[in-house]
């Protein structure tokens, strides 16, 4: 039988864009500079926190082979494909978006982990401040069904379905990307649960 793979796109297109920048900095800059282009490579990596772009490089083909390997990883390639919305429960639509963390002097331990999250369906729930400025709002549950059609059939986006503990802690320290998050599991973890209570618009 052989191995199910559903490529990390969100991740790869990440990766994608960090090659793309250096790559477009480095052309302005040698152009500027009237320099060799691996010394313009050099300058830009450096000028973007990089050690240089050989480390540059290794971090691109560690968070490459990282991706790859989340490609075939079961629990992840389960939830993006099978797993199904469980009709009698509600769910939330969530993103986790990816940021780059790494050591230089470790490039080859770097990751891409969510460090960010949106709850893209909320309604408002009052005024957080006297002077009406920023608004409070609340988490709305959505049709996981009508998610699932937009994502995956209109727009060709990856979306997970996240029923069990072990994958909500998978997609919240290691995935990323868009999810529906069946609400036992929102309501039970100390981070997401303060989506359902009305917080302020830019508390997150």
């Known amino acids: ?113 969510p460090l960010h999250f949106i709850n893209y369906h909320t309604q408002w729930a009052g005024w957080f401040d006297e002077s009406n400025q920023i608004e409070l709002r609340v988490a709305t549950p959505v049709d996981p069904h009508q998610q699932l059609e937009i994502f995956r059939n209109e727009i060709g986006k990856q979306i997970y379905v996240i029923n069990k503990l072990e994958d909500l802690f998978l997609w919240l320290h290691c995935w990323g990307g868009d999810a529906l998050i069946c609400e036992e599991l929102i309501k039970n973890d100390g981070f997401l649960s303060s989506w359902l209570e009305p917080h302020p618009r830019e508390l997150f």
């Open 1 to 113: 039988m052989s191995e199910s793979f559903v490529p990390h796109s969100y991740a790869l297109r990440i990766i994608a864009r960090y090659k793309l920048r250096i790559s477009e900095k480095a052309s302005s800059f040698k152009k500027l500079k009237n320099v060799k282009h691996t010394d313009a490579l050099n300058a830009i990596c450096e000028r973007e926190g990089y050690k240089d772009y050989y480390t540059f490089n290794k971090i691109i083909s560690t968070l490459l082979e990282r991706a790859t390997f989340l490609g075939k990883q079961v629990q992840r390639v389960n939830c993006a494909t099978v797993e199904s919305p469980n009709l009698r429960v509600k769910y939330y639509l969530f993103k986790g978006e990816l940021a780059l963390e790494y050591d230089i002097s470790r490039p080859s331990e770097s990751v891409l982990i």
